[in-house]
């Protein structure tokens, strides 16, 4: 039987090392944006009237946290599907994709790429919460989608800086360690949020991810 070679310690405590390197710069950038830009959100090379993901996408880390800081909560945005994309802010990022494709997808089989959020209907219930799901999609069939992972929805005051913020909990449904999962979203317009995603076992907000949810046009097939 041909023996099979373990990695060393050192490669453990060198690969420790880089991903303790990475989560203090994802926090400090993070604390730069939260704090560096105190009279108002950063300068920006558009208009939030007729921002965009891709104009997001373009933006470091400090200056999207420093926007969302400074946008007003998303209290009730509309019900129906929004298209997410999770953007390129800090070292952790390939880390977010592979966390929300992979490791947080429990959709059917072959729904491999997490696509967004639904919100559902306002409760009729003075007060209810509103809930959700997030969406996930076919790599190579994006018109066919399975829903999963749900959440309550409700404005609340925000962990990271007090201020209020539309949080989705998935404390309820998703486990121990998913359980301690939350978003924060601010609106940029109407019809795009800018939001913040922490999971409480892996540093909780002050790591948190950044992604975006833009109201979609249509709806496809879902696989519930």
Known sequence: IPMVKLPTLPYFTAAAAALG?????????GLYGLH?????????????????????????????????HHLDA??????GRYDGTIL???????????????LWNDAPRGYDRWAGKVF???????????????????????DEEAL?????????ASSIDGRRSLTLDYSAENGLFWGTMRDELRQVRPGLLLGLGSIGALGGALNSAVFCLEAAPSGPSGAG
Request: positive net charge; aromatic residues 8%; glycine residues 8%.
């Open 148 to 156: 999963s992972r749900r959440f309550v929805m409700d404005p609340r």
């Open 120 to 142: 559902e209907e306002v409760p009729a219930a003075p007060g209810g919460s509103r809930m959700g799901m997030n969406r996930f999609s076919r790599k190579q069939k994006r």
């Open 88 to 102: 390129p802010a800090g070292p952790l990022s390939p880390f977010s994709l592979f966390i929300s494709h992979t």
């Open 21 to 29: 390197a990475a989560i203090t710069t994802n926090v400090g950038q």
């Open 74 to 79: 998303a209290e009730t945005p509309p019900p």
């Open 36 to 68: 560096s830009f105190p009279d108002g959100p950063p300068s920006l090379p558009f208009t939030l009237d007729g921002a965009t993901p891709a104009d997001l996408h373009a933006l470091p880390r400090h200056k999207l946290v420093a926007l969302w």
